[in-house]
Antibody, heavy 119, light 107 residues
Framework: EVQLLESGGGLVQPGESLRLSCAAS????????MGWVRQAPGKGLEWVSA????????YYADSVKGRFTIFRDNSENTLYLQMNSLRAGDTAVYYC????????????WGQGTLVTVSS | EIVMTQFPATLSVSPGERATLSCRAS??????LVWYQQKPGQAPRLLIY???TRATGIPARFSGSGSGTEFTLTISSLQSEDSAVYYC?????????FGPGTKVDIK
């Protein structure tokens, strides 16, 4: 059974940093592309970032490019999202999800972790 | 960027009736279109991929159709547990983009 468990969310002030983690199990992690999708309170879904199985290819939404970095540790079956220069507009539940490469949609989702950016 | 729109924004349907949800792309998305269902307090769940293929474990009352710029999700006989928000997403071009969602209520 595919399991994805996000952690690392919390309350931070504007301009601060946060690192999200997603621990994966139940599938061959290194063979799967992975991604992050966020959902602001009461709003719709927004794609944030994606990474290939090897980690060699990364993709970002314009709204986070240059501030967020996606990376993975295939030896630990863990996906990360390093978020710097956080803004109020980054407040959201962040979901990690598996991607059935080569098609970049999201087939299995974690339960999400809440990031709140507020002074 | 391919902009996705969905209509109606809200749909109220009686149990056992058909629900038809629409998704439109601002340019061709080919058949690179998926549908998700999200219930309150839960993560989204993949329903349909490739515009028309049901994901594992999805009941046969859910069906998808369309290609290019016009797509449809049909729930043939609405059940109470189908009350949710439904999102479409294109993966034909970067950036990946979602529609704003259609909320399905049970009358």
């Amino acid at each position: 059974e595919v399991q994805l468990l996000e952690s690392g969310g919390g309350l931070v002030q504007p301009g601060e940093s946060l690192r999200l983690s997603c621990a994966a199990s139940g599938f061959t992690f290194s063979s799967n592309a992975m991604g992050w999708v966020r959902q602001a309170p009461g709003k719709g879904l927004e794609w944030v970032s994606a990474i290939s199985g090897s980690g060699g290819n990364t993709y970002y939404a314009d709204s986070v490019k240059g501030r967020f970095t996606i990376f993975r540790d295939n030896s630990e079956n863990t996906l990360y999202l390093q978020m710097n220069s956080l803004r109020a507009g980054d407040t959201a539940v962040y979901y990690c999800a598996t991607i059935p490469h080569p098609h970049y949609y999201f087939d299995y989702w974690g339960q999400g972790t809440l990031v709140t950016v507020s002074s | 960027e391919i902009v996705m729109t969905q209509f109606p924004a809200t749909l109220s349907v009686s149990p056992g009736e058909r629900a038809t949800l629409s998704c439109r792309a601002s340019q061709s998305a080919s058949n690179s279109l998926v549908w998700y269902q999200q219930k309150p307090g839960q993560a989204p769940r993949l329903l349909i991929y490739g515009a028309s293929t049901r994901a594992t474990g999805i009941p046969a009352r859910f069906s998808g159709s369309g290609s290019g710029t016009e797509f449809t999700l049909t729930i043939s006989s609405l059940q109470s547990e189908d009350s949710a928000v439904y999102y479409c997403q294109q993966h034909h071009k970067w950036p990946l983009t979602f529609g704003p969602g259609t909320k399905v209520d049970i009358k």
